[in-house]
């Protein structure tokens, strides 16, 4: 029988950007027995989600969901609007892009790669990942393509390698100056229930996410978020598709349903997140996140640290991600944190790998939460002989303490 | 807060061939809190995970696990092991070989639908959907290819939509006596953990599996077990592909991590249902599942009813089809029990819509689970009008009375 | 770790008179973290309980709930009320009128019991286990008590070891006709909120009752309800007692607290099937079971065995008694039953030792529960050699289908 | 249906020195279906359960679990060895010990209450109540019963009230050394399972425990653990009893049954925490527990507030009282901190109204658990205009930073 138990008490702070903490309501909801996926109440059940699932995409628009984790929902992006040889350009915001345009190579798709091209003393080797999309280099690279060879833009939201949000209105609005017919598609697996997000408003053709974020739910279903341009251009792609393909999908959630056996028990806690999400309401929840994001930082401004995100107007409101000083392993500290505190923090990924470490701000999570999480980053920093400028945990306090939330607290029922 | 309560008191009966009813101890082992799929203690949980679905699928090769339905491990067999416009030979035992060869289309391959072409009195527009693969037909075609132009051979080894089963190793050794080179690719996505199953020992190349069924298990995570010549064949396959790719799971298994987010806590539930299936015994878990088809057959037998599966020694250990009288609507018997009796049973599905029920004997059911299925049907069928030779319930329950189950009862520990 | 699987698959049977099977929603709300009993949410909740629960007895009085079996409640309804060395009439309806006479004598009670005196060729040696209280025989007693020291009349309400019910409401009348102070008592602890029952339209002083019934809980807390006649005699009783104090608790649940530690998250339990049971609304309940309790009695007639209420006015709607043919082992039958189809029988108890089996037909139940539970009877009698007249579940199967329930089926949300 | 969403996200801190924070794992055994107390396997975990539990007491003699909370088995202690007007000495360390003595006077006993008379300025109106027993005080009185009226001596083992343990294995000694047939009855309530508990080592006849503490348990089920002069001692016990009366439970015990319904879902938790603790080692628990409360008391000594114990070879491993400026009003400190940091801290309680408030540390808490509740302290303490010296939160850390624990981490397995 399955425990777990790898620390003698309490609970794990799991503080990584992903799979967020999930909340016992939810754990609960998905453990309500899985029904019949053809019988009459699944039906409403589909309904009832894939209503829900709009208002949080910020769309009137089909969202298809995916029983399938998030990077099957990448792949659907692709799958369902390009054809073999396509051309598309892509932007190095860090890791998670990086390996998009690697997936779409694999699937036959040219993948033009643009990034930031300065100087940073932090990252020398990897300087766009400290950065967001340059939405100027986009429209200057459409406007170089008059024979629309460049089927879509795509870009990262809200990066989870690195904390760095870009401007998505910002891109479109690029695309648009450059009267290029490009679809625009984004991933915001990890920013959505958590981040500001407008699917329609901000002209997005295909919006890629995920559960196990923002939802707060365990990892297992995806989706894709469509414009009627981007369902239009399905209809000609050519690459080949069945399991990830569109229209089946979207005909049959007509009556709530899908066309093969969908997560049911992993929909239960999407339904149970939902609520819980439009109950606290969308602006609580990203005023939420907001608020924690600057009390982290201001525990890594005190320690004297730089955080990853080099332009405050685009630090994550989900994660922040903190450099550590050159000679420093960044992975064998979070191991000792692991192993003393029970946390467990986001290591440094791809060119990054050792070189610090993110700080999950998501989920299930509250001020104290946070608290213990600085907590277990300072004690594990001065462990391991970092020297740190003044206590991030006092300035936390400070800042959490100094700002209180909007609404911190429901009225008994 | 979702509380699914459909009817007003009592558990529902669910009683179709997947997904099966889930254990509580299943749902318990779920309800753990998500981990780090980075993380130390997530290797061993992936060691052990995929040390254990060997077992299940009796082979020393990789078995691939996938964060998705099982529709999507039907693409993943094909996707990395053929290329555009390569032929496969499928044969038509039922609805889920139709989407299989629908699916085989999708994705640019052509697909050769063999099936037997007798008479059935009962089913005279779908006579091949009461019987399993017929070697012979497989061989004299196989044989017919001396330029090797069939690059695999796709069966389904437990129709789900029939409740007949088909012998694997007949087909193996179909293959061999034709000496032909062509792939043997098994779903048995419905018969895994309840009917016998032999990856090796049968010889086949991939094995398509799910969650949802024997492995009683939500739906979620899928399965392709490998032979070393289907790992071959992947390095030359030429259709796209990427989230179902093999090679970058397979090689990321050997620590026990995955490419991308896994199902973490499907994973829990996994190892708890290999755990209990292990402490039963393969071989007992199988015999269970004979007797109770043994007892839901005498049931129908003695109603008077058609069982689908023409062929006695193909009866599935998992589902029984009842074919019912013509100008009965079979829906609307399923909706009246449903409404009468909080009791879910599986439609006719494509070319037997409305023709037939299907109960399913598997997951987490006992002698009583079934007898209580068997009531409602029987409570049913009256109450609809359908005239019944005599009472299956009897039967029923003289079969389970007079034949004990190997070892019902676990000594208290 | 505990997995207490007895048997090899599928949920257990457990079809006694309580306690009875546990709807998984209230073990969900069950599984809530406990909270701070002195905090302000908890106020909240214990007004939402205390309201609630007033509803459930059909009083305007308070309703003390102890943290603590119904054999404390028992206790407590006699120390709260008596002095040491104080005359009280009780009935032997069966084993737990006999047991709470019991009590009585241990705590210096002085308790007269009454029974029916009539011969019974079933039960010889315990006619009286097979009817109600005689109204007439309380009166007859009480007006030969003209000092009045006869201090309370305590009978029992659905008596658990029999499935005999007895008419509360001609017990007050007979009272009010012999023109006698005595407080009524009442145990109805597997009676509430299966059985139509009313505190206060029915003159009772206290009213004792317990979780694991028709309130489907677990065990563990249980009920006063009193009367302001029972208040205002606790006053000058003179019984030792202090956790059990009706004085502090009555006190303090005004502001929704307890003075000491409460079962909190049974509490959560009882909100949950207070919701439950007021949404499906108490009458319906009450039908639901009487419809219950006439399929299973439809079983036994059909066998050819003797029902053990000889008063078909007094049939219990909560559980049915069945006397086995005599040199029947009642017990060993039970235990055959258990073993071989994962089903839990009432023994009969006391006097009744062996001689009888009770089923339980409460709780998360529906028709094809009590189908299976038949059936297990039905298998478990034949296996034991026991000559049955004709089948139960046959006659079971013929009632339930002929007679629809109510409302079966809510509309799907 | 039940949410107790008080605040909008995370969990909640509950640091009360109990009801402790229950394990995610003993809510799961908790939610294990409800057997049949009378069958098979009930007996098996009825004596699985009473052997572990002496092991918890480290006693060789019964201990009786009652289905009631602690102060049932208070009373339990006090009905089953004393007779109406028996005189027993009890110390008053507290606000618990207050009240087992009033409980006492309302049984009829004659308690004479001692208690330490010096001065305390932070306190001076409850000096006693930051000291521990005096042994001495105990045997001088009883030097001065020659004629052995005292039948008691009754003492709180760890004051929950105070944070002050006692010396038990002293009072014994003192009882010893006057000579004196007094029995010696011990509320360890929350000291057992976190504090070093030797019932049968320290001479104890009666110890008084509870479910909510240290075994990690909701609150339902109370102890008494006995001595063989205890149960010789209930023979001639005269006070009236029933449901609390030991000798009938023990009997039943040897079976592995209760004589009345059991909390079983509480006695699934119990034998789950057991198995916790036993793999863990009970020194090591002790030892974590020190560990916490050390970290704990270094943060209140850097505030420069006191610590409520003034004796530090008898601070509590289980809570820590903390005293504030006079002119502070605790409780509304308190609803601060739970306003807005969803922090539950304990009261003070009884004399100490308002004057303090109580940190518990215990149960399934952690190094950090510990961080983010002192966190919530330090910042709660900031906004409502408390000066501290400096800050505990950097002091705790310093202290958990330097000071690992014995086996922080257990390998995966």
Request: proline share 6%; glycine share 10%.
């Amino acid at each position: 029988m399955l425990t777990l138990d790898f620390h003698p008490t309490g609970r794990h702070f799991l503080q990584i950007p992903g799979p967020s903490p999930v909340p016992d309501r939810i754990l609960r909801a998905m453990s309500l027995p899985t029904i019949d996926h053809r019988g009459p109440e699944f039906g409403a059940l589909g309904l009832q989600v894939l209503k829900g699932i709009r208002e949080i995409f910020k769309t009137q628009h089909p969202v298809v969901i995916y029983p399938a984790s998030g990077t099957g929902a990448w792949e659907a992006a692709l799958a369902n609007t390009l054809s073999p040889g396509d051309h598309v350009l892509m932007y190095e915001t860090g890791h998670f892009a990086t390996l998009w345009s690697k997936m779409a190579a694999r699937l036959g798709i040219s993948a033009e790669f643009l990034a930031w091209q300065g100087q940073d003393e932090h990252l020398p080797n990897a300087p766009s990942w400290r950065r967001g999309v340059q939405a100027d280099l986009i429209e200057e690279r459409l406007r170089k393509d008059p024979e629309h060879r460049i089927k879509a833009v795509c870009v990262v939201h809200n990066e989870t390698s690195t904390g760095v949000t870009s401007d998505i209105a910002a891109v479109r609005r690029a695309i648009d100056a450059a009267k290029h017919p490009a679809l625009l598609m984004v991933d915001t697996i990890s920013g959505l229930a958590s981040a500001d997000y407008r699917h329609d408003e901000w002209g997005v053709d295909v919006t890629v996410s995920g559960s196990q974020k923002g939802l707060m739910l365990p990892p297992g279903i995806s989706f894709n978020a469509l414009s009627p341009k981007a369902l239009e251009a399905s209809k000609s792609a050519k690459l080949p598709r069945s399991f990830f393909a569109w229209d089946e999908i979207v005909e049959m959630n007509h009556n709530g349903y899908w066309p093969y056996t969908p997560s049911t028990n992993l929909l239960y806690g999407l339904v149970e997140a939902m609520e819980m999400l439009q109950s606290e309401g969308l602006d609580q929840v990203f005023a939420r996140h907001q608020r924690w994001a600057a009390g982290v930082r201001a525990a890594v401004n005190a320690w004297g640290l730089p955080i990853q995100c080099a332009d405050p107007a685009l630090y994550s409101p989900v994660l922040t991600g903190v450099i550590l000083p050159a000679g420093v392993d960044a992975d064998a500290l979070r191991q000792l944190i692991y192993q003393r505190f029970d946390l467990s923090l986001g290591a440094g990924l791809g060119k990054l790998k050792g070189r610090m470490f993110r700080i999950g701000h998501l989920g299930d999570s509250n001020d104290l939460t946070l608290m213990a999480t600085l907590s277990g980053c300072e004690m594990g920093m001065k462990l391991a002989g970092i020297a740190l400028k003044s206590s991030g945990v006092q300035a936390a306090m400070d800042y959490f303490a100094g700002h209180p939330a909007g609404s911190a607290l429901k009225a008994a029922a």
